[in-house]
């Protein structure tokens, strides 16, 4: 392992981190903008951002709330080092980085805003399946990324339908369905069970927890995305230490 990949990585992961910070701000303010101005030409009314939406705006918002930014700052480069060190320098290892960033990125808006933004998701997706195209970075096969995603998607709807006829609302988010086809393009139809299950299982502990410290009802509603993408990378990393 050379120093200078150590370090080049280190800094790309610094620098994805510094970009992180700045998403979680941006992508939720798009979204409630976009909202607001679909809302405003569907009642023919004049539109006004709800608020500074900017990336440059975003990006001084972010430095402003320097401690949260150097976490994601921090967490970026401990991605880098931990992929670098393990897997070393190469395109496969920078594409298991990118999967990790945007799943972190992903899961600390719906954490804040249970909001998952297509911006991230759709991009997961396609990106999982393009790869499957490449011989160097193929890892499943373009039959079984696509399956994987179908299977991720269609067991959330189907859950989702369910529930609607059951309880009269909708219980899973599509922003869900979404991320959970993008992770069964990444790791395949097989893994979609057993991450849900890890998901589900996570969190009604940590939200069991939750409701006793404050008191709430667990008919609250919550951000099951950050659970998805924790069980998600769970599994890819006993995967890689139990390979088959």
């Not at 430095?63 to 320098?89: D, E, H, K, P």
């Amino acid at each position: 392992m050379e120093l200078t990949h150590l370090a080049g990585a280190l800094g790309l992961g610094g620098l994805a981190g510094l970009a992180s910070s700045v998403l979680v701000i941006w992508l939720p303010q798009n979204i409630l903008n976009e909202e607001a101005q679909w809302l405003a030409h569907i009642k023919d009314e004049p539109w006004q951002a709800v608020a500074p939406h900017g990336l440059m705006a975003c990006a001084a918002q972010a430095l402003a709330r320097w401690r949260s930014t150097l976490g994601f700052v921090l967490s970026g480069t401990g991605i880098a080092a931990l992929l670098v060190l393990t897997q070393g320098a190469s395109w496969s290892t920078g594409m298991w980085a990118v999967w990790l960033w945007t799943l972190l990125t992903a899961a600390v808006i719906d954490l804040k805003t249970q909001l998952l933004p297509d911006k991230l998701t759709q991009p997961l997706l396609w990106l999982g399946l393009m790869l499957q195209t490449s011989q160097t970075l193929a890892t499943l096969g373009l039959e079984n990324a696509l399956w994987g995603a179908v299977c991720g998607y269609l067991i959330l709807w189907v859950m989702d339908q369910l529930y609607m006829r059951w309880r009269g609302i909708s219980g899973v988010g599509q922003g869900d369905m979404k991320l959970m086809a993008a992770i069964g393009a990444w790791l395949g139809p097989q893994a979609v069970p057993n991450v849900l299950l890890l998901a589900a299982l996570a969190s009604l502990i940590g939200q069991a927890a939750l409701r006793l410290r404050k008191t709430e009802t667990m008919e609250a509603e919550f951000a099951f995305g950050p659970w998805i993408a924790l069980a998600a990378v769970g599994y890819w990393l006993f995967a890689l230490a139990t390979p088959l």
